[in-house]
């Protein structure tokens, strides 16, 4: 095999999804050329699993022995005129002759498939499967160059050979069966989280239990190197033992993901230490070398956990792979440390004790032991604010919620303290990934400060009491920072606001030194703070830690009661105040800050008001927990609503028109008449409604108020009266014969081949997420079978979903785009052609 330790595409370092595995004998492991294997496989499958009995049977005597009297040796039917190679579909036969006799042995097709006359349906298409297993391997062994895998290859396509002439299952004869090592290697590293991550947070350890599975997942689907490729890179290895679980990959891990006839499992579920030894070391130096190639492609939270935790989360798990003494690899851990196996998605523990954090105004050294209530201005003590701890409203509203009017549409207390119970469940907490694309910008440096690596401190020179050596160190660090980060800015400017006990600046401290900071002046009798500096030094940047000093920066001036910002933002700045909410709307009257605040020439300024009932440094942490609520809440409503009723019978009866009230399952959606003068739909249009957008209002009920669905529900209404008033065909017979026409010139076109079918979600991970409504020609078949089309624009808006649901899922250099492309372009000559649209 090709060159087999390489990166699989969706790695690590791009957020370990959609990873596809390579082909066997696919020439490497490039993973959208072996995506696209995969796939011609299933679809052909699909095709001749579809296709007439004759043409089954004709397929499978090619494999099957003669029946004929008089012990006829031949082995398999052979045609008298074969087909091209490559085989040409233009040319195709679909007629099958039962009569047509062997080019062998002379006897006809029925004499070979004789014993497939009563084989039911389903058992037919079992054996045609394992037909296209066994002509992909044996494309697979005369491509294949490696001695060791090419004899693999070969006793599979044997195996199968003999299932399909015996009618029986492939079962491979082996000395030993799964798993082969024990504890597996998934389990060995479930014991590794145990063992060196159990006194972490919650929300820690899952982040470590991302990582494991991201490792994980890229074992499960990692191309091994060939025994030989081995030899030359490790000659002193144990070549026979890494041989035999070379093999054993093969046909059991690797071969089945394409070969889906054969057994598969995961390989990290059947083999443990000894397989991991001799992959991990290339593996690791391989992943990463990636994760740096990448890193510039990567969203800054997803950077910090790949470059910074997972770089020594491999370092740790490989002192454990190497160790002769770890004890990870021992069956008896988990039974020792907590009475049973637990897997790895439900290591989770209590949630997280919040630490105290240290605003100080004064030189004075760090002390959260002392308070006082002393001014802004003149205070000595430090201020103790603990983290996530809900701030106490300035002017206590005792009762409100209670005498606040409930809103038609609430949603019943009861139903959100049985779901919030839910939600902070540790045992229900759903886990949370830094790879997601919609993680919190401060993720990572929430985190660090929980775990102590960084503080933050507001500090300030002061002319009335005695310098402290410790805040005037912080504060010459920040003049440092500030001054490499902002050249354009005279140092002695610099160094004159950050000393001048006017200003104050929150200092980011990092290991006993200061790499960052947002140096301010609060007026408190104008109502608003002046941003003067703010910077973070440049190897410690896209980390979060801006977002977080912002955050900090608010919490502090609304317990100080001053709820606006302003700033002047040079052009590098800007965006950056745009993501803490800064805006160029400003809120403060002009003659509050003119004559207060510096101007700069070449800047923009930009303001932001607070909101003093926001959490600012808690505030990504609930918003997704809202998140997870809504979901929760939509998915009771679904479970409680999602009904089946029976189809409308009173059409068959020559009703043409209904009220719309008397739709079964129409006012459990939430739909409530609006008055006299209901209007009334044709029966296409109720069928229409029901088919597209039950499910869409479903979701939304819970959302929007009530007045507005039905809103939106009626506009429907009456734009699928406009739709429906157009020119159709009036005869319905003549329509469908049309649109079977069209559809059966769409399915015979060459690039139809990837729309025969449902998306499988075993080829395509995360399909289902992306696509909300999918839409293949097979579905098509089948309503236009059942009438379903009783317009033309019903029949082109599925089509039109189809090649919209590619293009969305699929990028534009895919070989699926093109295909989309070009059918789009067929299906609408043929629609032309047929006169359903004009030309």
Not at 463 to 473: D, E, G
Not at 501 to 519: A, E, F, M, N
Not at 536 to 553: A, D, F, I, P, R
Not at 656 to 662: G, K, L, M, T
């Amino acid at each position: 095999m090709a060159d087999s330790a390489g990166i699989q595409q969706g790695s690590p370092a791009i957020g370990a999804a959609g990873l596809v595995p390579a082909a066997p004998g696919a020439g490497g492991t490039e993973g959208s050329g072996a995506a696209g294997g995969s796939a011609r496989i299933a679809v052909k499958k699909a095709q001749l699993r579809s296709s007439p009995r004759p043409k089954k049977l004709e397929k499978l005597g090619v494999y099957s022995s003669c029946k004929a009297e008089g012990a006829c040796k031949c082995n398999g039917w052979k045609s008298q005129n074969p087909p091209p190679t490559p085989p040409r579909t233009d040319q195709q036969s679909n007629t099958v002759n039962l009569q047509e006799p062997c080019r062998s042995c002379s006897h006809t097709l029925g004499d070979h498939v004789t014993h497939l006359e009563n084989v039911s349906e389903e058992e037919v298409n079992r054996l045609l499967g394992i037909v296209l297993d066994v002509e992909y391997l044996y494309t697979c062994v005369h491509k294949e160059e490696d001695a060791d895998t090419k004899q693999v290859y070969f006793s599979l396509f044997k195996l199968l050979r003999k299932s399909i002439l015996q009618m029986g299952k492939p079962t491979l004869e082996a000395q030993e069966s799964p798993p082969f090592e024990k504890p597996s290697i998934e389990q060995g590293v479930n014991n590794f989280v145990q063992y060196k991550f159990s006194h972490l947070p919650s929300k820690e350890r899952q982040t470590i239990m991302e990582l494991a599975k991201m490792f994980l997942n890229q074992i499960n689907y990692w191309q091994l190197e060939t025994p030989s490729q081995r030899r030359q890179r490790v000659p002193t290895d144990d070549a026979a033992g890494y041989k035999a679980n070379y093999t054993r990959w093969l046909c059991y891990c690797n071969v089945p993901q394409f070969c889906d006839s054969l057994p598969r499992y995961e390989t990290t579920q059947i083999f443990g230490r000894t397989l991991l030894r001799s992959v991990f070391t290339v593996m690791r130096k391989q992943l990463l070398e990636q994760a740096r190639q990448e890193k510039d492609k990567l969203p800054p939270e997803k950077r910090t956990l790949i470059l910074t935790h997972f770089p020594k989360f491999l370092s740790m798990l490989e002192e454990e792979v190497y160790s002769h003494s770890s004890p990870i690899w021992s069956q008896d851990f988990l039974a020792g440390a907590s009475g049973g196996q637990i897997p790895i998605h439900t290591v989770i523990s209590a949630p997280p004790v919040a630490r105290p954090l240290y605003y100080s105004t004064s030189p004075v050294s760090v002390d959260p032991t002392t308070c006082g209530s002393v001014s802004p201005a003149r205070k000595t003590v430090l201020e103790s604010i603990p983290v996530g701890e809900k701030r106490k409203p300035t002017e206590p509203l005792p009762h409100e919620e209670t005498k606040r009017p409930r809103a038609v549409g609430d949603i019943p207390l009861e139903l959100i303290n049985e779901v919030m119970a839910t939600i902070t469940d540790p045992a229900a907490i759903p886990e949370t990934s830094l790879l997601s694309a919609h993680s919190a910008r401060d993720e990572a440096a929430r985190l660090e400060e929980r775990r102590g690596v960084i503080e933050f401190h507001v500090i300030g020179n002061s002319l009335n009491q005695k310098p402290n050596k410790r805040i005037l160190m912080w504060l010459v660090g920040l003049q440092n920072v500030f001054s490499h980060q902002l050249p354009r800015m005279p140092k002695e400017y610099i160094t004159r606001l950050v000393f001048d006990p006017k200003h104050k600046t929150l200092s980011l401290i990092k290991d006993g030194r200061v790499i960052g900071g947002i140096c301010f002046r609060m007026f408190p009798s104008q109502g608003f703070t002046e941003i003067v500096f703010c910077a973070v030094t440049s190897n410690e940047q896209v980390k979060g830690y801006g977002t977080h000093l912002m955050n900090h920066l608010k919490e502090y001036h609304i317990k100080h009661e001053i709820l606006n910002f302003l700033t002047y933002a040079d052009e590098y700045a800007i965006g950056y105040f745009k993501k803490q909410g800064f805006s160029k709307d400003i809120k403060v009257p002009k003659a509050k800050y003119v004559g207060y605040i510096k101007d700069y020439e070449g800047a923009t300024l930009m303001g932001c008001e607070l909101n003093p009932s926001i959490p600012y440094t808690e505030f990504s942490v609930i918003i997704k927990k809202q998140k997870e609520i809504i979901k929760k809440l939509i998915e009771r409503k679904q479970a409680a609503i999602r009904k089946v009723y029976p189809g409308l019978s009173c059409f068959k009866e020559g009703v043409r028109q209904i009220p719309i009230e008397s739709i079964p399952g129409i006012r459990e959606t939430g739909w409530k008449p609006v008055g006299k003068g209901q209007t009334s739909l044709p029966p296409s249009i109720v069928l229409w409604y029901f088919q597209h957008c039950f499910l869409y209002y479903t979701y939304i009920i819970l959302i929007i108020p009530l007045f507005v669905m039905i809103t939106m529900v009626m506009e429907c209404f009456c734009l699928l009266h406009l739709f429906s008033s157009r020119k159709e065909l009036k005869d319905p017979d003549q329509l469908y014969s049309t649109l079977k026409t069209i559809l059966q010139h769409v399915k015979s076109h060459p690039n139809a081949w990837p729309f025969m079918e449902p998306v499988k979600k075993t080829e395509a991970p995360g399909y289902y997420q992306v696509i909300r409504f999918p839409m293949d020609l097979k579905t098509m078949s089948e309503r236009l079978k059942s009438r379903y089309y009783t317009t033309r624009k019903l029949f082109m808006a599925d089509m039109q979903r189809i090649f919209t649901n590619c293009r969305e899922y699929n990028p534009p250099e895919s070989e699926y785009y093109k295909c989309a492309n070009l059918l789009e372009k067929f299906f609408y000559t043929k629609i032309k052609e047929a006169g359903l649209i004009e030309k």
